[in-house]
């Protein structure tokens, strides 16, 4: 059985979704709105973005990375059930590290460092742009006010997630050689994201009772796109076109101390 768009007062008399139907709704989400589709996704891929134009996007892209621990650490402190919270701490150490290795956020911070910044430069995070900030308080402020099932749905957009950093990889590679040495950040992601996805997969189809909860996770995962693809929309129109940097952020090709 297929699902579209189902508006929540016309869901009482729906039967579930089977998993498999629910994850192809889910699918379906990612081909129509994933970022992969964005004009500034598809420039990187072309190899037609500029060193300057790599380096905007690393240091917004931190930003971002920076936060997403925080986010998992909101999840955890929601959950009431020990055996969620045990398998989602993995997700904060995936990104912070431990004693033993480095976590996703150093990795991020290799990459930008491999398009010229330094790394003081990227942490500070006060060259970024205002919607990238914006945007990115708005995914902390859906996890700590959504429902909570609607919160671990929202990072299922790792579902789509590894076929995208795949592809990215091997631009990269071809188009960015230089960038070869910041590369591990997606390494790891190529197993993290789908272990991280299968779980949080199975955890919304077992814990969504109704029709209406699954049109949910839905539209959670919608909403998840919109903010992935929001930043890039940022991006493109301060660096690209018409490439207009408000004050105060990033500007290519200017050193700062």
């Known amino acids: 059985m297929a699902t579209g768009t189902v508006a929540p007062g016309n869901t009482a008399n729906l039967p579930k979704l089977t998993f498999e139907e629910l994850r192809a709704a889910l699918r379906r989400v990612g081909e129509e709105r994933y970022h992969h589709k964005h004009p500034f996704h598809l420039r990187m891929h072309e190899g037609k973005l500029s060193r300057g134009q790599l380096q905007a996007w690393a240091l917004n892209r931190y930003y971002y990375q920076s936060i ?14 020990p055996a969620f919270r045990r398998a989602w701490r993995k997700r904060i150490v995936d990104h912070d590290g431990d004693e033993g290795r480095n976590g996703g956020i150093l990795r991020w911070i290799k990459l930008a460092e491999a398009t010229g910044l330094d790394r003081d430069r990227v942490t500070r995070a006060d060259e970024i742009l205002p919607a990238t900030r914006f945007i990115g308080n708005e995914y902390l402020h859906l996890v700590r006010t959504r429902p909570f099932l609607d919160c671990v749905a929202s990072s299922l957009t790792e579902l789509f997630s590894k076929d995208l950093i795949t592809l990215r990889m091997e631009k990269l590679r071809q188009h960015y050689p230089w960038l070869a040495s910041g590369l591990d950040y997606f390494e790891a992601r190529l197993t993290e ?7 949080a997969l199975e955890y919304v189809f077992d814990h969504a ?3 209406a909860d699954q049109e949910r996770v839905i539209q959670a995962v919608r909403d998840k796109c919109d903010i992935l693809w929001a930043q890039l929309d940022a991006l493109y129109f301060a660096y690209v076109e018409p490439g207009w940097p408000p004050p ?8 700062r101390d």
């Not at 105060?248 to 050193?255: E, L, P, T």
């Open 68 to 81: 997403i621990p925080i986010k998992d650490a909101i999840i955890l402190s929601r959950a009431t059930d």
């Open 209 to 211: 009772a109704t029709r």
């Open 248 to 255: 105060g952020a990033f500007q290519i090709g200017a050193n």
């Open 193 to 199: 994201a789908p272990e991280d996805a299968a779980f």
